[in-house]
């Protein structure tokens, strides 16, 4: 045993400079698995950051829509009342970039996503694996309060139905 430690996966919450990402892998080049929670830049820089991460395989986004610019208002807009998109609109925002980020960064095998939101007259909730190389369809559901379930397999790193 040589004594020398690998890092291969890494959780960061709530990235406020775009350097961080470049940081992290000029110091843990062989990260695999990447969590990116509440604070992921916007969509073209982080496609950008993740690029260099050859080894990456699995990207988790906990809680990243409004950084990633997934249809929800500014943090300063949201005072003027705009409404947050539904369910059915999220969900086809997130396949949109989820599908641009594989291509753009060929390593990627898988992504969990966590999101979730919650208003005066609605809830939903969005959690689980979707597969990088899939084609990635919602299905509604027949459920009330337009409740609408996705199903996304992982071969590799999951299998698991989606709730929205």
Avoid at 94 to 122: C, K, L, N, W
Avoid at 148 to 159: D, G, L, P, R
């Amino acid at each position: 045993m040589t004594g020398d430690w690998e890092v291969t996966g890494l959780h960061l919450r709530q990235v406020a400079d775009s350097l961080v990402l470049p940081i992290v892998h000029s110091v843990f080049p062989r990260i695999s698995t990447l969590t990116l929670e509440r604070g992921c830049g916007h969509i073209d820089e982080l496609i950008t950051f993740l690029r260099p991460f050859s080894s990456l395989q699995v990207l988790t986004l906990r809680f990243c829509f409004q950084h990633l610019e997934l249809g929800y208002p500014s943090p300063a807009d949201r005072c003027l009342r705009v409404p947050i998109p539904g369910p059915d609109k999220t969900e086809a925002a997130m396949i949109q970039h989820t599908s641009r980020i594989a291509r753009e960064v060929p390593s990627i095998e898988a992504f969990y996503i966590e999101e979730q939101d919650s208003g005066v007259d609605r809830f939903w909730a969005f959690r689980g694996w979707t597969d990088a190389r899939e084609d990635m369809t919602m299905m509604p559901s027949s459920e009330p309060r337009q409740i609408y379930m996705a199903t996304y397999i992982s071969q590799k790193h999951s299998c698991t139905t989606f709730f929205i």
